[in-house]
């Protein structure tokens, strides 16, 4: 099975197929709607083979599709036929979650993805539990609002440091992982890793989009089994 994983960002859209091992890259920004998107990376991963897609969306999906609208693309993500789009089936997680499937060794992991803003996911002894912290409030605004990338800007490395170390303590200590991943870009301003963290880097989107297709599997072939088993006969004991 050849899985073509594509990371979509507010500034760049990034994939990798199984037996690669470079990205490629193009620019996505404001306008870029899921239709571009699409062609854009058909034309992108030419020589490519693949028959599966995994796309990390940068926003809510619910049932394997966007819910909403992304805050910074385009329009016309959510009831686009991606399926349709790539000529073979897709699987669809938030882009957070594909980060944390990347990092994610057992137990109980929570994921925080430091960007532009807070991408939030836990993955419960391999359950995915997708998460949306980022707007629930805090202080005098929203957890985004304080280690967000334009808190980062305004308020400088040492006060977002200070405003990062809280969040992570005050979600830690409401969610009782066992692991804490930070990811995004801005992670790597961090300088002193709050108790249980590691760092995870950005690259983790393409295992985890493998990993996506590859637990896939492990399911659809564990349901036809059982369906199997169900529909053996029963041996008769002889009397």
């Not at 620019?27 to 854009?40: H, I, L, N």
Request: aromatic share 8%.
């Amino acid at each position: 099975m050849n899985v073509l994983v594509i990371d979509v960002g507010g500034t760049h859209v990034k994939i990798l197929a199984t037996g690669q091992k470079t990205e490629r890259r193009m620019e996505s920004g404001p306008t870029m709607t899921a239709a571009q998107m699409a062609a854009g990376v058909r034309a992108l991963a030419k020589g490519w083979k693949y028959s599966r897609v995994a796309i990390g969306y940068p926003g809510v999906v619910s049932r394997n599709q966007p819910a909403v609208e992304p805050h910074n693309l385009g329009k016309g993500w959510v009831g686009f036929n991606y399926e349709k789009a790539f000529g073979c089936p897709v699987r669809i997680v938030n882009d957070a979650m594909m980060q944390a499937l990347g990092g994610y060794k057992g137990g109980k992991l929570l994921f925080l993805g430091f960007g532009t803003g807070l991408g939030t996911a836990m993955i419960v002894d391999g359950v995915q539990v997708p998460m949306e912290l980022a707007h629930l409030p805090y202080r005098k605004a929203t957890f985004e609002d304080y280690v967000g990338e334009q808190s980062l800007l305004r308020n400088g490395k040492k006060k977002w440091r200070k405003y990062v170390a809280d969040v992570v303590t005050r979600l830690a200590a409401a969610l009782e992982p066992e692991d804490i991943v930070l990811g995004g870009g801005n992670a790597a301003h961090i300088a002193d890793l709050p108790p249980l963290c590691r760092i995870g880097p950005n690259e983790n989107a393409f295992p985890g989009g493998f990993r996506l297709w590859a637990d896939a599997e492990v399911r659809r072939t564990e349901r036809a089994a059982k369906r199997g088993a169900a529909k053996r006969p029963r041996k008769t004991k002889r009397k």
